[in-house]
T-cell receptor, first 113, second 118 residues
């Protein structure tokens, strides 16, 4: 079945690195996404990774994908207070050409000044 | 680029009234839009898929007569909550699919609409 699991909470000190983990179940997922949601707002696409990649780096963000274990992680370097938000991992269970997303429950990141 | 807007951003209405929420893709055309519902401290629940020029596809358990969706143009989809009741109070978020965007067919999300039914 389709299921995306994330830990619910993460707390880090400003300047440290944050690592948010996600596991998914559908091996046919073509793309895996990370979205950020600030309080009272919609979702902002942060980054994505194609399923045939192991790693992708985009400025302070590093995405690691272990396809064998169906494990995805998002590392935020030099975490700032503005990074405090809920982070959603999402997969495309329908495979290539599918628009639909299955979301995890979200990880609330709290950054301590 | 790839900006999606929603209107209104929040609305309070009386029980029994209908409320219309608009979702617009501002700088791209979207043949497909999605409507989600999000309860406090929970993930997004897909309600329906809105396709331009055709009927929406509703997820199991979502009443299509209560949540009317109209995707009349390539940049606009509307969700009408008919005869709203307090249990319909929620945060409604739409997304629009940018064909050929980063990640191919990526969903870009609107800012959400907070509906409170008294």
């Amino acid at each position: 079945g389709e299921d995306v699991e994330q830990s619910l909470f993460l707390s880090v000190r400003e300047g440290d690195s944050s690592v948010i983990n996600c596991t998914y179940t559908d091996s046919s997922s073509t793309y895996l996404y990370w979205y950020k949601q600030e309080p009272g707002a919609g979702l902002q696409l942060l980054t994505y990774i194609f399923s045939n990649m192991d790693m992708k780096q985009d400025q302070r963000l590093t995405v690691l994908l272990n396809k064998k274990d169906k494990h995805l992680s998002l590392r935020i370097a030099d975490t700032q207070t503005g990074d405090s938000a809920i982070y959603f991992c999402a997969e495309t269970p329908g495979g290539a050409g599918s628009y639909q997303l299955t979301f995890g429950k979200g990880t609330k990141l709290s950054v301590i000044p | 680029g790839a900006v999606v807007s929603q209107h209104p951003s929040w609305v309070i209405c009386k029980s029994g009234t209908s409320v219309k929420i608009e979702c617009r893709s501002l700088d791209f055309q979207a043949t497909t839009m999605f409507w989600y519902r999000q309860f406090p401290k929970q993930s997004l629940m897909l309600m329906a898929t809105s396709n331009e020029g055709s009927k929406a596809t509703y997820e199991q358990g979502v009443e299509k007569d209560k949540f009317l969706i109209n995707h009349a143009s390539l940049t606009l989809s509307t969700l009408t909550v008919t005869s709203a009741h307090p249990e319909d109070s929620s945060f409604y978020i739409c997304s629009a699919v940018l064909a050929g965007g980063p990640g191919t067919d990526t969903q870009y999300f609107g800012p959400g609409t907070r509906l409170t039914v008294l």
